[in-house]
């Protein structure tokens, strides 16, 4: 029995890497298109194409995403705005620190 919750709980562990590293793609391609974007104008509709197509698909739904047409509006969204996404991370990770600070410094007062 003990076998058994160690080598669930490893594939499960496995399953949460393989899923970041997917994530991680997805990142990537979302900052290429960014980057096509500002060089040629197309990006929007580059991570649209990339996104309904057969790999971008798989990628996404590895990456624990829904590849609906929802999403793909929200990915070319996201691309039109050009902010990077390691920008577009931190800022919310500021964000997110600076509102629990003031949280924090509420209840003390």
Same mark, same amino acid.
């Given at each position: 029995?003990?076998?058994?919750?160690?080598?669930?709980?490893?594939?499960?562990?496995q399953?949460?890497?393989?899923?970041?590293?997917?994530?991680?793609v997805?990142?990537?391609?979302?900052d290429d298109?960014?980057?096509?974007?500002?060089?040629?104008?197309?990006?929007?509709?580059?991570?649209?194409r990339? &996104?309904? #197509?057969r =790999?971008?698909r %798989?990628v996404?739904?590895?990456?624990?995403i829904d590849?609906?047409?929802?999403v793909?509006?929200?990915l070319m969204?996201?691309v039109?705005k050009?902010?990077r996404?390691?920008?577009?991370?931190s800022?919310?990770?500021?964000?997110?620190?600076h509102? &629990?600070a #003031?949280? =924090?410094?509420? %209840?003390?007062?």
């Open positions: 029995m003990k076998d058994f919750v160690d080598s669930t709980a490893f594939n499960a562990e399953g949460n890497r393989a899923r970041k590293l997917f994530a991680a997805v990142l990537a391609a979302l298109a960014i980057a096509d974007d500002k060089k040629y104008g197309n990006g929007p509709e580059q991570i649209a990339w &996104a309904r #197509s =790999d971008g %798989e996404l739904s590895c990456a624990g590849p609906n047409e929802r793909v509006s929200g969204e996201f039109g050009g902010v996404t390691s920008v577009a991370l800022r919310e990770e500021s964000e997110r620190r509102a &629990a #003031s949280a =924090d410094r509420a %209840e003390a007062a």
